[in-house]
């Protein structure tokens, strides 16, 4: 083993560090001195989002310890940002450890004469952006992992307008969490009086909140009894969900029993993120056993959402972020239109990795389209920019997240659940499913096709590789994939643009992220994006074509099938 890495194991086994953690450090020595290892190869790092990674001892796990001492970087930095004086709300969801993380750092918070707004109990992560700007906090914290396997937990660090930290505060933070350099260094406890807990009186204004983004209640009237499933895949949804559908005026609400409990072992899944079918198995085999209008689901932090309709045939089908994106922003649009409530200046915000079908929507209604970064955050630096210009109304990503209207600044489950609700009964008033309706969608703007795939590079070198993979594509770009000439070639890290034939070049103006694309002569698009919290990297791909009717949907839903799979054999994915 290293002899750094020995050191900072000899470190914890001799410092302020609990019994309970010295003895878990020395079982690891005897029984898995590899896990051990990994464990404390380097230290857990605080990224532009915050924490994230597998719970247990060591520098390179979410702990007691770990969550303090970046805690502590944190309220540093807020104390010289806002000197008059600091407060800051957290929340937290249903894993495991959760409760302890989020009181480890309401105390140190305290400690640092920081006031302190704790939720009693377990809230959606929407909620706490929300209570951010409600109560008029500088910052905020929740601790979650969101949709990653229950091993892992994390640590979402938030600004004064409820979004996450983004550019220079989120730099400025990351070198005040590294100063931090012992547990020494952390103001552990001393200022519980700081520390006012918080609950229904925030439930109730943010669910009021989310009511005020209905914009057809006379039709939820007609429609009282759509018969929605819903489950909250052991999470925090179950929280708020249930109840925010019946103030909108639903009354034939189906919870998914199996998973309505809250649980940080996610005893149904092995994996609680609702975009995987395996996730929302229980909620498909509930809506088809009550032959329901609509399924829902949410994450265990009820911030990202999947939902599922009866496709033409009548078999249960789970829609993908991007159409259940394209039919938010398409609902909201046209009916803004037709209320008569739609602004000259309204806009709509969506990311670089998201389907283009967006744009050509937003064209066709007359509606600004601007393209960020992946990350909600973004979108709520773009509201920022646009402010008192431009009239935001709804922002979203192709990772099954939606954020509607400006009260909150980042993704949120419950109010986009919600509203897909009320979009199934407004189709259901004309007659045909929100299926349908994305296949008019098609035949109207385009048939627009996407497909991810994600690749893990797990162990200590697979960073590298990732890496090593990018920089491969950065400085040997293709010229054509699959017979298409490569049109653009678009590096978000150096911030240019280039046409390949032509040699025309320009600049992107968006923060550096190490992302490139591929836009081919075809209208193809290709994203190669490593992840910034694990050892992944994912690619996207978007395909179209012209849909001259429903008819046709299937022969070109093939075709399109075919092109994606002919694109990633010839990138040799």
Same mark, same amino acid.
């Given at each position: 083993?290293?002899?750094?890495?020995?050191?900072?194991?000899?470190?914890?086994?001799?410092?302020?560090?609990?019994?309970?953690?010295?003895?878990? !450090?020395?079982?690891?020595?005897?029984?898995?001195?590899?896990?051990?290892?990994?464990?404390?190869?380097? %230290?857990?790092?605080?990224?532009? @989002?915050?924490?994230?990674?597998?719970?247990?001892?060591?520098?390179?796990?979410?702990?007691?310890?770990?969550?303090?001492?970046?805690?502590?970087?944190?309220?540093?930095?807020?104390?010289?940002?806002?000197?008059?004086? +600091?407060?800051?709300?957290?929340?937290?969801?249903?894993?495991?450890?959760?409760?302890?993380?989020?009181?480890?750092?309401?105390?140190?918070?305290? =400690?640092?004469?920081?006031?302190?707004?704790?939720?009693?109990?377990?809230?959606?992560?929407?909620?706490?952006?929300?209570?951010?700007?409600?109560?008029?906090?500088?910052?905020?914290? +929740?601790? &979650?992992?969101?949709?990653?396997?229950?091993?892992?937990?994390?640590?979402?660090?938030?600004?004064?307008?409820?979004?996450?930290?983004?550019?220079?505060?989120?730099?400025?933070?990351?070198?005040?969490?590294?100063?931090?350099?012992?547990?020494?260094?952390?103001?552990?406890?001393?200022?519980?009086?700081?520390?006012?807990?918080?609950?229904?009186?925030?439930?109730?204004?943010?669910?009021?909140?989310?009511?005020?983004?209905?914009?057809?209640?006379?039709?939820?009237?007609?429609?009282?009894?759509?018969?929605? +499933?819903?489950?909250?895949?052991?999470?925090?949804?179950?929280?708020?969900?249930?109840?925010?559908?019946?103030?909108?005026?639903?009354? %034939?609400?189906?919870?998914?029993?199996?998973?309505?409990?809250?649980?940080?072992?996610?005893?149904?899944?092995?994996?609680?993120?609702?975009?995987?079918?395996?996730?929302?198995?229980?909620?498909?085999?509930?809506?088809?056993?009550?032959?329901?209008?609509?399924?829902?689901?949410?994450?265990?932090?009820?911030?990202?959402?999947?939902?599922?309709?009866?496709?033409?045939?009548?078999?249960?089908?789970?829609?993908? @972020?991007?159409?259940?994106?394209?039919?938010?922003?398409?609902?909201?649009?046209?009916?803004?239109?037709?209320?008569?409530? =739609?602004?000259?200046?309204?806009?709509?915000?969506?990311?670089?990795?998201?389907?283009?079908?967006?744009?050509? !929507?937003?064209?066709?209604?007359?509606?600004?389209?601007?393209?960020?970064?992946?990350?909600?955050?973004?979108?709520?630096?773009?509201?920022?920019?646009?402010?008192?210009?431009?009239?935001?109304?709804?922002?979203?990503?192709?990772?099954?997240?939606?954020?509607?209207?400006?009260?909150?600044?980042?993704?949120?489950?419950?109010?986009?659940?919600?509203?897909?609700?009320?979009?199934?009964?407004?189709?259901?008033?004309?007659?045909?499913?929100?299926?349908?309706?994305? !296949?008019?969608?098609?035949?109207?703007?385009?048939?627009?096709?996407?497909?991810?795939?994600?690749?893990?590079?797990?162990?200590?070198?697979?960073?590298?590789?990732?890496?090593?993979?990018?920089?491969?594509?950065?400085? %040997?770009?293709?010229?054509?994939?699959?017979?298409?000439?490569?049109?653009?070639?678009?590096?978000?890290?150096?911030?240019?643009?280039?046409?390949?034939?032509?040699?025309?070049?320009?600049?992107?103006?968006?923060?550096?992220?190490?992302?490139?694309?591929?836009?081919?002569?075809?209208?193809?698009?290709?994203?190669?994006?490593?992840?910034? &919290?694990?050892?992944?990297?994912?690619?996207?791909?978007?395909?179209?074509?012209?849909?001259?009717?429903?008819?046709?949907?299937?022969?070109?839903?093939?075709?399109?099938?075919?092109?994606?799979?002919?694109?990633?054999?010839?990138? %040799?994915?």
């Amino acid at each position: 083993m290293d002899a750094s890495i020995q050191e900072k194991i000899k470190v914890w086994l001799n410092g302020n560090f609990d019994a309970a953690t010295k003895a878990e !450090i020395s079982n690891l020595q005897n029984e898995n001195p590899l896990e051990l290892e990994d464990a404390f190869y380097k %230290n857990l790092e605080f990224g532009t @989002g915050g924490l994230r990674g597998l719970m247990g001892v060591g520098t390179n796990r979410m702990n007691k310890y770990t969550v303090g001492m970046a805690t502590q970087g944190y309220a540093n930095y807020l104390k010289q940002c806002f000197p008059g004086g +600091v407060s800051v709300a957290i929340a937290h969801d249903s894993r495991n450890n959760s409760r302890f993380f989020a009181e480890t750092t309401a105390n140190v918070f305290a =400690a640092n004469g920081i006031k302190v707004y704790l939720f009693e109990a377990l809230r959606p992560t929407p909620e706490l952006s929300y209570a951010i700007r409600h109560l008029k906090c500088q910052g905020g914290v +929740v601790c &979650t992992a969101s949709h990653n396997p229950k091993e892992y937990n994390g640590y979402k660090a938030y600004w004064d307008d409820g979004s996450q930290l983004v550019p220079p505060h989120d730099k400025n933070v990351i070198k005040e969490v590294d100063k931090i350099l012992s547990v020494d260094d952390v103001k552990w406890n001393g200022g519980e009086a700081n520390i006012t807990l918080i609950g229904k009186e925030l439930d109730d204004v943010y669910i009021d909140m989310v009511k005020s983004l209905s914009v057809y209640p006379e039709v939820i009237a007609k429609h009282q009894d759509l018969k929605i +499933v819903y489950t909250p895949i052991h999470g925090t949804g179950i929280t708020l969900l249930p109840e925010v559908l019946r103030r909108f005026g639903f009354n %034939n609400i189906h919870i998914v029993e199996e998973q309505s409990v809250p649980d940080g072992n996610f005893p149904t899944v092995d994996y609680p993120n609702p975009e995987e079918s395996e996730a929302m198995s229980y909620g498909l085999r509930l809506a088809e056993k009550l032959d329901a209008d609509i399924l829902s689901g949410t994450d265990p932090d009820a911030d990202r959402i999947a939902i599922g309709v009866k496709n033409s045939e009548g078999k249960w089908v789970l829609m993908n @972020g991007n159409q259940t994106a394209v039919l938010a922003f398409n609902y909201l649009m046209e009916a803004r239109r037709a209320k008569g409530i =739609a602004q000259p200046n309204d806009m709509v915000i969506t990311t670089i990795v998201t389907t283009p079908m967006i744009d050509a !929507i937003a064209k066709g209604n007359g509606v600004n389209c601007y393209r960020v970064l992946t990350g909600f955050k973004w979108i709520a630096e773009m509201i920022r920019k646009k402010e008192g210009q431009e009239n935001y109304i709804i922002g979203g990503e192709e990772s099954f997240g939606l954020m509607i209207g400006d009260k909150i600044r980042d993704k949120d489950g419950i109010s986009a659940v919600a509203l897909l609700c009320e979009m199934a009964a407004y189709e259901k008033e004309k007659g045909r499913s929100l299926y349908e309706k994305m !296949i008019d969608l098609y035949v109207q703007y385009g048939f627009y096709k996407e497909h991810l795939i994600s690749i893990t590079k797990k162990g200590m070198d697979g960073q590298q590789q990732i890496a090593a993979m990018m920089e491969s594509y950065r400085n %040997n770009p293709p010229q054509t994939i699959n017979g298409s000439p490569v049109v653009q070639l678009l590096d978000y890290e150096l911030q240019k643009g280039k046409n390949p034939s032509t040699g025309e070049a320009w600049t992107i103006d968006l923060p550096k992220s190490n992302v490139l694309q591929f836009i081919l002569a075809d209208g193809t698009s290709i994203s190669a994006r490593p992840s910034g &919290t694990e050892p992944k990297i994912k690619f996207y791909f978007s395909v179209n074509t012209t849909l001259a009717s429903g008819a046709d949907f299937d022969t070109k839903n093939k075709e399109l099938d075919e092109k994606i799979k002919a694109v990633i054999a010839d990138m %040799n994915l």
